[in-house]
């Protein structure tokens, strides 16, 4: 079964930092484009980053450039989201999605974060 | 980065149709055939419904179709059911970047 399991949200305080995991598994992870999408509560869906294949290019939503980081490790089928500096505003469930050709085929169960002192 | 536009709220009666539009500019809509819609129900994740533009993945009912003119994007739902009541996301590619649809809550009468 095609399947991805976010891990790693919880409560952290503003300015902390959180590391997400996403364990991909029924598929061959390294040949897929991965995201993270965010959805805050009572919210819309956002698109927050995405890296290629290979790890080798990686974009970001102008609201978590330069504090949030993408990254994967296709040995371990596993993508990461690093979140540093992090606001009251990045509260939400955050979604781990595979590309399958510019669209977003799979989704994971989505992890909460809250950011709040 | 803005998001598409989409309506807040359509309705309709079991079997109706409904129409859900998806406006965006001639930089993501407009300038790609990479426009989606997911449907999310409460608590659960989105599901795709519908991909570059008027695909329909394995499993989804034909009552769904997708469209597109110019930089607005659509999707149909025909003999509306029960089930279908949820929220709706358009999506499209905007290079190198994507932007959904604020989402538009579907109620069945």
């Known amino acids: 079964e095609v399947q991805l399991v976010e891990s790693g949200g919880g409560l952290v305080q503003p300015g902390g930092s959180l590391r997400l995991s996403c364990a991909a598994s029924?598929?061959?992870?390294?040949?897929?484009?991965m995201l993270w999408v965010r959805q805050a509560p009572g919210k819309g869906l956002v698109w927050v980053s995405f890296?290629?294949?290979?790890?080798?290019?990686?974009t970001y939503a102008d609201s978590v450039k330069g504090r949030f980081t993408i990254s994967r490790d296709n040995a371990k089928n596993t993508l990461y989201l690093q979140m540093n500096s992090l606001r009251a505003e990045d509260t939400a469930v955050y979604y781990c999605?595979?590309?399958?050709?510019?669209?977003?085929?799979?989704w994971g169960q989505g992890t909460m974060v809250i950011v709040s002192s | 980065q803005s998001a598409l536009t989409q309506p807040r709220s359509v309705s309709g009666s079991p079997g109706q149709s409904v129409t859900i539009s998806c406006t965006g500019t001639?930089?993501?809509?407009?300038?790609?055939?990479?426009v989606s819609w997911y449907q999310q129900e409460p608590g659960k994740a989105p599901r795709l419904i519908i991909y570059?533009?008027?695909k329909r993945p394995s499993g989804v009912p034909d009552r769904f179709s997708g469209s597109k003119s110019g930089n607005t994007a659509s999707l149909t739902i025909s003999g509306l059911q029960a089930e279908d009541e949820a929220d709706y996301y358009c999506?499209?590619?905007?290079?190198?970047?994507?932007?959904f649809g604020g989402g538009t809550k579907l109620t069945v009468l």
């Open positions: 999605v595979r590309n399958g050709g510019y669209t977003f085929d799979i």
């Open positions: 029924g598929f061959t992870f390294g040949k897929y484009w």
């Open positions: 890296i290629k294949s290979d790890g080798s290019y990686t």
């Open positions: 001639s930089s993501d809509v407009g300038d790609y055939n990479y």
């Open positions: 570059d533009v008027s």
């Open positions: 999506c499209s590619y905007a290079g190198s970047f994507w932007v």
